[in-house]
T-cell receptor, first 113, second 114 residues
Framework: GNSVTQMEGPVTLSEEAFLTINCTYT??????LFWYVQYPGEGLQLLLK?????DKGSNKGFEATYRKETTSFHLEKGSVQVSDSAVYFC????????????FGKGTRLHILP | DTEVTQTPKHLVMGMTNKKSLKCEQH?????MYWYKQKAKKPPELMFV???????INESVPSRFSPECPNSSLLNLHLHALQPEDSALYLC?????????????FGPGTRLTVL
């Protein structure tokens, strides 16, 4: 079936470090891929998306490239800030009648000053 | 206006109470969603409305009753809940249902059932 696997957390980094959160997916057809972020006590915010192979989504210094050959959508940021501390969810959505988002389990990120 | 609003922010209720959660968007979106999120877990889809009609019910117990009075408003009526229903309830909307349309989430209502 369709699924999303992302690296287990928590991930702890120092401020200005390079961030990678791995995400791989299993899906039939051509899903759209998303990264959502959830700050403490808040709802989910769409961070970035890509709708076809080789698309790169970017926002707030974060980037992710839709790699169909490796079925991956890894999230990267060159220099993290304390304010990036949050839970990050990788997700996919595909065109079916049921309009579901398949979420990964989430990766908690802690950035130390 | 590019946001989804939810009220109340917090709700505490007893198992015999009846309460409602409210969600509103003014982005002209025609699909709206209810999710339930337990601590340290991803959101789980409960209901989908498309053009004000219920299109998906993910086998949710009848003690949860959704309602979509118009294209901007989505309610979730709660009755005879159990303590295990305590969670963050998230509303979302998208322009239309379908693969290319991302969902915009509200801040959620944190529900505690005593």
């Amino acid at each position: 079936g369709n699924s999303v696997t992302q690296m287990e957390g928590p991930v702890t980094l120092s401020e200005e470090a390079f961030l990678t959160i791995n995400c791989t997916y299993t899906a039939t057809g051509y899903p759209s891929l998303f990264w959502y972020v959830q700050y403490p006590g808040e709802g989910l915010q769409l961070l970035l998306k890509a709708t076809k192979a080789d698309d790169k989504g970017s926002n707030k210094g974060f980037e992710a490239t839709y790699r169909k050959e490796t079925t991956s959508f890894h999230l990267e940021k060159g220099s993290v800030q304390v304010s990036d501390s949050a839970v990050y969810f990788c997700a996919l959505k595909y065109l079916t009648r049921d309009d579901k988002i398949i979420f990964g389990k989430g990766t908690r990120l802690h950035i130390l000053p | 206006d590019t946001e989804v609003t939810q009220t109340p922010k917090h709700l505490v209720m007893g198992m015999t109470n009846k309460k409602s959660l409210k969600c509103e968007q003014h982005m002209g979106h025609r699909a709206m969603y209810w999710y339930k999120q337990k601590a340290k877990k991803p959101p789980e889809l409960m209901f989908v409305y498309s053009y004000e009609k219920l299109s998906i019910n993910e086998s949710v117990p009848s003690r949860f009753s959704p309602e979509c009075p118009n294209s901007s408003l989505l309610n979730l009526h709660l009755h005879a809940l159990q303590p295990e229903d305590s969670a963050l309830y998230l509303c979302a909307s998208s322009q239309y249902s379908g693969r290319a349309f991302e969902q915009f989430f509200g801040p959620g209502t944190r529900l505690t059932v005593l």
